[in-house]
């Protein structure tokens, strides 16, 4: 009550403030208008707006004074860093807040790794708050360490930090009533559940909604955007490293207003938030695109805060948080200062790193036999990259064969893909055919594939492919590309064989180098291995491979890679 004392003492000018913030013009997220009004800051928590004095005084000098950004759902282990590099890269961008789902991390660690990645978070100046995967596996066609139970989501949710049910993405299972995903939205403290249900549309989508799930992120016409609105849901509106969907979404602003609609970024590499920004470069090109900065700012700011029931962050007002912006524009959306409860941002300490964390990979060894795939001939299921999308095509095409064996055939754009179960050891293996990355030579390969991230390796000789998955297990995971024999550029990520121990700086630098070992081998894809991560996983349509096999996800069953055979291998 002390603290409370001050600040009311405080915000009646009877007391001075810790600092005020003097001659900007602060966005109010409530009235959508600017105000010229001092901000009086007391504690960390803004004690009132108006004319006041205080102890130190920060001249804003006519910027925009806008609320931290709130990046209303991601995964922090794509970005390759640990959360104290990735807190050191984007809270200069504005980046104040996020919400993980850590399912990524789940799916190798177990509940564990979920554990340790909140601890990890308790005291960094980025305020990461957390959702419980609720899909892990995301489907029975994938093979993590381990299913989490609903007790596992209970034990979750317990922890302060974690603040609802991440995205279900066993949608087809939630529309058909599986008992099995209505335990899990039946459990205490799953009180908001965030949404995952791909090009779902009509009576399906009324389903997924029925079942009081609240929000999706993986819209991507505006058609499955004003469906979800119409259903009470939140838009939440993704712009990541492989799925871009920000251009396609914006014009329902224009249609119905912001309302219920915010900012995600979901999967970013780190070099794609070192060189384009991070929610403040969805700001950027929302405003680009035609929507009201006001608009764009309350949806990376106010928006994510309601839906996610974070009622101190997001707004300039008393009481909230002084998580604070100060923009030269609005235009650039790049802050001049970023204030995170009052204060400048200080050196940040490195995450320390425990064992336990790195020992992940766990396969049996693999020969180039193990890639050879036995063909007579006849049409087969290919997956079909879409570029900027992580829905794929299913198509058919007829293979090269050679002595009973099918081939890749660099000439059409047709490539090896094989998934390979690196969790327990069982040496499992799905294998199958890949168009769209157009290489001409050698092979990539990672142990980041959502979402059990089993190991997976993509190329057109079987010998590269043979020697990505060896050195992958030598280095305990990350990324590798081959060619000829040779690795010509690799990226370590020995944290659950998702996240590297290095610092920012070397990370962005080997990430950078992999992409383009990969463009050298002939791709164009602007982020391969965001993109090859997309085909293990087992919710996104329409045809994607796993451990297991081939998922037709449409139909949600396993099916055979000879497209002359039509009926299901199996159902999840």
């Known amino acids: 009550m002390g603290d409370l004392a001050r600040r009311l003492a405080v915000a ?27 901000i009086a800051i007391c504690d960390g928590v803004i004690a009132g707006l108006g004319a006041y004095e205080g102890t130190e005084t920060l001249d804003a000098d006519g910027a925009y004074v806008v609320p931290g950004f709130i990046d209303a759902h991601l995964h922090l282990e794509t970005s390759k860093l640990l959360p104290s590099e990735f807190s050191r890269l984007v809270l200069p961008l504005g980046t104040t807040a996020v919400v993980a789902d850590p399912h990524e991390i789940a799916n190798v660690l177990g ?40 007790g596992d989501l209970e034990s979750l949710l317990r ?4 603040i609802g049910l991440a995205e279900m993405m066993n949608f087809p299972g939630v529309i058909s009533g599986a008992s099995s995903e209505l335990a899990k939205l039946a459990v205490d403290g799953a009180d908001r559940v965030d949404g995952h249900a791909p090009g779902v549309l009509g009576h399906a989508l009324q389903a997924y909604a029925a079942a009081g799930i609240g929000s999706d992120h993986e819209a991507f016409t505006a058609e499955e955007g004003r469906e979800r609105l119409r259903a009470g849901m939140w838009l939440l509106i993704r712009e990541a490293s492989a799925a871009r969907n920000l251009r396609a979404l914006v014009p329902l602003v224009a249609e119905f207003g912001p309302s219920r609609m915010a900012f995600c970024t979901d999967d970013r590499e780190p070099e794609h938030i070192a060189e384009d920004g991070h929610v403040n ?36 007002a008393p009481a909230f948080q002084a998580d604070l912006l100060l923009l030269p524009d609005l235009e650039r959306f790049v802050p001049e ?15 320390e790193v425990p064992e336990w964390v790195t020992q992940s990979v766990r396969i049996q060894p693999v020969a180039a036999e193990d890639f050879q795939v036995a063909w007579d001939g006849g049409r ?12 794929t095509e299913a198509l058919v095409e007829e293979l090269q064969a050679e002595d009973g064996l099918a081939l890749a055939d660099p000439s059409r754009d047709l490539a090896k893909i094989a998934v390979i179960e690196r969790h327990l050891g069982t040496g499992r293996i799905g294998l199958g055919f890949v168009r769209g990355f157009d290489l001409r030579r050698g092979a990539f390969a990672s142990t980041f594939s959502h979402d059990a991230h089993n190991l997976i390796v993509v190329g057109v000789d079987d010998d590269d492919m043979v ?82 096999g081939l998922v037709d996800v449409d139909r949600f069953e396993l099916v055979p890679l000879s497209a002359a055979e039509t009926g299901a291998v199996s159902r999840a």
Not at 469 to 492: N, W
């Open 12 to 38: 009646r000018g009877d007391e001075p403030a810790d600092l005020v913030v003097r001659g900007g013009r602060v966005l109010s997220v409530f009235t959508r208008e600017w105000l010229d009004a001092d």
């Open 111 to 150: 509940t564990d790794g979920v554990h340790w990645l909140v601890d990890v978070c308790e005291d960094l100046p980025l305020d990461i708050f957390f959702t419980a995967s609720s899909c892990v596996p995301a489907s029975g066609f994938e093979s993590p360490r381990r299913p989490f139970t609903p």
């Open 159 to 162: 922890r302060k930090r974690v």
């Open 281 to 316: 470069a969805m700001v950027r090109d929302a405003v680009s695109y035609g929507v009201s900065a006001v608009d764009a700012l309350v949806m990376a700011t106010h928006h994510p805060a309601l839906w996610h029931g974070l009622g101190d962050l997001g707004a300039i």
């Open 337 to 351: 200062i970023v204030l995170k409860r009052g204060q400048a941002v200080q050196e940040i300490p490195p995450t």
């Open 380 to 391: 087969a299921r290919v997956i079909g990259l879409i570029p900027g999308q992580i829905v």
């Open 467 to 548: 020697r990505a998955v060896a050195r992958l297990v030598e280095l305990g995971g990350g990324l590798v590309v081959v060619e000829g024999g040779e690795v010509t550029a690799e990226l370590p990520l020995p944290v659950a064989g998702l996240v590297s121990d290095l610092p920012l700086e070397r990370v962005i630098e080997a990430s950078k180098a992999t992409v383009a070992a990969v463009h050298a081998l002939g791709s164009a894809v602007p982020s391969p291995f965001q993109s090859l991560a997309f085909l293990a996983l087992s919710v996104i349509p329409s045809l994607k491979i796993t451990d297991h």
